[in-house]
């Protein structure tokens, strides 16, 4: 009964040269605030208009209760819930980036989301007060 003892470290060495074969299935790389073209499926589309807010409220607490960052992408948007991914586009140079609801707002009536410092600039908005934008939400 001497060749099975022999036979393990081969049976061993078979399935990890088989494992490490192997294809592991991964999720796709989900980058957050990665610019994007469009979204996949969106469940509600808003256009109108935006404004970005920065320095004036950074390091204060925002709705969700983490502490605003104005480098961070994210947004304040009036009934969303909060922590809804939503894909922000601006219409007038088609640029687009994801952004985080953490925050209530915009004040003004008229403005249907504020997005963050980082995401205006990501937007190419950074310089403009007021965009016109079309926001998806995203799964």
């Not at 494992?19 to 610019?35: D, H, K, N, T, Y």
């Not at 687009?96 to 980082?118: F, H, K, Q």
Request: glycine share 8%; with cysteine; aromatic share 4%.
């Amino acid at each position: 009964m001497e060749p099975l003892p022999r036979l393990v470290p081969a049976v061993v060495l078979l399935a990890l040269v088989t494992a490490s074969c192997a294809q592991l299935r991964r999720e796709p790389a989900r980058v957050v605030g990665a610019v994007r073209t469009a979204p996949a499926e969106p469940h509600v589309v808003q256009t109108g208009t935006a404004s970005w807010y920065g320095q004036a409220h950074h390091g204060k607490k925002t709705a969700s209760g983490e502490v605003f960052d104005m480098n961070a992408l994210t947004a304040a948007h009036r009934t969303l819930p909060l922590g809804t991914r939503v894909l922000v586009t601006n219409l007038g140079n088609g640029r687009a980036v994801e952004v985080r609801i953490n925050d209530r707002g915009p004040s003004v009536a008229e403005r249907i989301i504020d997005v963050s410092y980082a995401a205006a600039r990501a937007l190419g908005a950074a310089g403009d007060g007021v965009f016109r934008v079309r926001i998806a939400v995203l799964e």
